[in-house]
């Protein structure tokens, strides 16, 4: 199986602020990652697919990058509303993997 | 527009067995698969298998081969999950969603509202 680590697992930023998740595939990917992002008590949503693809909708300050094994989400400008879960998801083979998620926290 | 609508919450004995539904509509169905995903109390999201809605040929996730069956109903749009032999770590929210298998742009596009299962000991 492929496992995905996924860093930091949480974090602390202020709103306007430039962050990075990262997620490290065991083994090569492709392009296959999806970027999700959960709200408490909600339904996942997805920001990101084939690694860099901005889902429809969803505000251009989300963007991903990578290929292989190294794979970025960035959010250029935080906004109050993007202080939530992220999770990353390897869907080049079965099973697919998540990654263990980044609970981002206002600072 | 695309939905998945899925059947309510669910309580059972441990021992068991559940059986989730989730009702597709807005698009061809067997076009795409369906994956389940399941997230247990403030855990993260977890794959537990997938199913084509046009062959029906599943791959579920190895810790759980054995106990989960997932079938779909091209008449009525809709897949199914059944557990069986739950556990109190069974105890989650259960998510469809859509899934195109080798078209990134459609791989878990779409999620149901999810379903909670609670199993009692």
């Known amino acids: 199986d492929i496992q995905m680590t996924q860093s930091p697992s949480a974090m602390s930023a202020s709103v306007g602020d430039r962050v990075t998740i990262t997620c490290r595939a065991s083994?090569?990917?492709?392009?296959?990652l999806a970027w999700f992002q959960q709200k408490p008590g909600k339904v996942p949503k997805r920001l990101i697919y084939a690694a860099s693809s901005l889902q429809s909708g969803v505000p251009s300050r989300f963007s991903g990058s990578g290929s292989g094994t190294e794979f970025t989400l960035t959010i250029s400008s935080l906004q109050p509303e993007d202080f939530t879960t992220y999770y990353c998801?390897?869907?080049?083979?079965?099973?697919?993997?998540f990654g263990q998620g980044t609970n981002l926290e206002i600072e | 527009q695309v939905h998945l609508v899925q059947s309510g919450p669910e309580v059972k004995k441990a021992g068991a067995s559940v059986k989730v539904s989730c009702k597709a509509s807005g698009y061809t169905f067997t076009s795409y698969g369906i994956s389940w995903v399941r997230q247990a109390p403030g855990l993260g999201l977890e794959w537990m298998g997938w199913i084509s809605a046009h062959k029906g040929n599943t791959i579920s996730a190895q810790e759980l081969q054995g106990r989960v069956t997932m079938t779909t109903d091209s008449a009525t749009s809709t897949a199914y999950m059944e557990l069986r032999s739950l556990i109190s770590d069974d105890t989650a929210v259960y998510y469809c969603a859509r899934d195109g298998g080798i078209t990134p742009r459609a791989v878990l596009d779409y999620w149901g509202q999810g379903t909670l299962v609670t199993v009692s000991s």
């Open positions: 998801l390897q869907h080049n083979s079965y099973p697919y993997t």
């Open positions: 083994q090569g990917i492709s392009n296959y």
